[in-house]
């Protein structure tokens, strides 16, 4: 199994936002994790098109963009024009175009599609699609703020979705988000995590050091 650090920017100081990315690149991160809020979905406001395009143009790196808003068919195609290599939308959200259909929008764009699904709803919600998507995205805290704890309940999710993988054939990655620090890493890796987002605990303090001490923990526990 494939594992990638996915360092999200949300956590990044935007001021320094180019020199920071350039930062987790050196230090062997292979991509940066792109959320968008569009405070309907969720209460808060992130960024959008504008900043992702000049991301893209600053990076190799794998842009995971995560877009936490409503009706996600919408802006497919401004995402993959602006430079997105993967686009995950939540289940819930997909009303105007179905789960389906917008997972297949992502597709017709060259993208890799990733679903996800809130905290509160069942892993269960995701299996009409699994046959579809390249990734699963699990939430481990309430999506829309940084900062947060990483919910316990999450590893009983994640034990259901690797047994719906596994029973099913299926061959995504599965991507976890929200609290993740070097004291619960070897636990998520261990539950089947391969793509590991996560903010303050990378680039708070010293990046380079930071990157390096998980894929330490990565390697202990692969």
């Known amino acids: 199994m494939e594992y990638k650090l996915a360092p999200s920017i949300l956590a990044a100081d935007f001021m320094r936002l180019g020199e920071q990315i350039d930062a987790i690149a050196k230090a ?3 991509y ?9 979905y969720v209460p808060s406001i992130s960024f959008g098109l504008p900043v992702l395009k000049s991301v893209r143009k600053g ?15 919408r802006y497919i195609d401004e995402f993959a024009d602006c430079g997105a290599d993967s686009v995950t939308v939540h289940v819930e959200a997909c009303h105007d175009v179905g789960v389906a259909e917008t997972l297949q929008h992502i597709k017709r764009r060259g993208l890799k599609c990733g679903l ?8 269960g919600a995701l299996a009409p699609y699994l046959g579809m998507v390249d990734m699963v995205l699990v939430m481990s805290v309430e999506p829309g703020f940084g900062g947060q704890k990483l919910l316990e309940s999450t590893y009983e999710k994640l034990a259901e979705l690797k047994a719906l993988k596994e029973r099913g054939g ?3 990655d599965i991507e976890v988000d929200g609290g993740v620090t070097k004291d619960n890493l070897a636990s998520l890796i261990r539950a089947g995590v391969n793509v590991i987002v996560s903010g303050s ?22």
């Open 28 to 30: 062997g991160a292979q």
């Open 32 to 40: 940066v994790h792109y959320d968008v809020m569009d405070g309907i």
């Open 59 to 73: 990076t190799d790196l794998f842009l995971d963009c995560h877009l936490m808003i409503m009706d996600p068919d």
């Open 116 to 123: 996800t699904l809130n905290p509160r709803t069942p892993i």
């Open 170 to 172: 299926y061959d995504f």
């Open 201 to 222: 605990s990378i680039f708070k303090g010293d990046i380079d050091a930071n990157v390096k001490d998980f894929f330490a923990i990565i390697a202990e526990n692969a």
